[in-house]
Structures are given as C-alpha cells and as structure tokens.
C-alpha cells in the first residue's frame, strides 16, 4: 500500500473515531443518545427528515457521512503534507493549526449555511466542546498518523 494512501486510511479511521467518540460524549452530557448524533449527521446532506424517529439505517447513513468527510478532510492534509515540508517537521502543531481551520469552516460556514437557526454556536460549553474535538480528537492524531504513514519506508 502507497505511504499517502495508507496515511489516509489510518488517519480517518483514527481521527474520525476520536471525533465521533467526543461528539457521543459530549451530547450524552446533555442526554442525546449516539442513535441521535448519527441521524444529525445523515439530516446534513439528506433533510430533517432523518432526525424524524429511531432509526439504524438513518443512523448508519450518519456514519457513513462522517467517515466519508473525514476522509477528504485527511486527504486534503495529506495532499498539503506532500507538497509543504514543514507539515511532516511539525505534525503536531500542523494538526492542532488544520484542527482548528477545520472548526472554523465546520462551525462558521458549513454548519450555518445548513442550519442558520442554530449555528453558529458562541456559548463557552459549544466552543469548548467542538474547539476540543476538532483540536485535541481530529488535528493531534491526523498529524501524528499522516506524518508517520508518510515518513516510513515503503516495505
């Protein structure tokens, strides 16, 4: 397997597991169950529609959504780590600045242009929660994973 490609595979499933943990976590804090994380997820690209009921296949579709993001997520910063040098010397300060652009983009443009009632959240408790998860459960483990897929030598 490419080095680039075995980078994509781990990252995502490290960083999209850590991320998908803390958002279970943290709504299960406020008594939203992980069934309900998940039909959030699948209500972004299929309609409110998924968040109407119980439902596995709804909630399987969530996961599938999140993987698959967090797959171009970690392939755009396997591409930038390929062609800038200074992300494979740094990866964990690489991660944790990618982390946060990728809050930024998730909870100011994407996530309002969605759903523009709710978002963008500025209470201590949503920032904090989604800052950690996108910094500490997304950005560390993405750079750390790709850095070392990347630098190994291909067997």
């Not at 300060?93 to 983009?105: E, T």
């Amino acid at each position: 397997m490419r080095p680039a490609t075995r980078a994509i595979i781990t990252a995502t499933a490290v960083s999209g597991t850590l991320d998908l943990l803390s958002a279970f976590l943290f709504s299960a804090v406020k008594g939203v169950g992980p069934m309900r994380v998940l039909q959030s997820v699948a209500a972004g690209p299929f309609g409110d529609p998924m968040l109407q009921g119980t439902s596995v296949p709804v909630a399987l579709a969530g996961l599938i959504v999140h993987y698959a993001l967090m797959t171009v997520m970690v392939s755009v910063f396997v591409i930038a780590a390929l062609n800038l040098p200074l992300i494979l010397r740094r990866p964990l300060l690489a991660g944790l600045l990618y982390g946060g652009v990728l809050y930024l983009v998730m909870y100011w443009i994407v996530l309002p242009a969605r759903w523009p009632d709710l978002f963008p959240r500025t209470g201590l408790w949503d920032v904090g929660n989604a800052l950690f998860s996108h910094l500490v459960c997304v950005g560390l483990p993405m750079g750390h994973v790709v850095a070392r897929a990347l630098r190994r030598p291909v067997a």
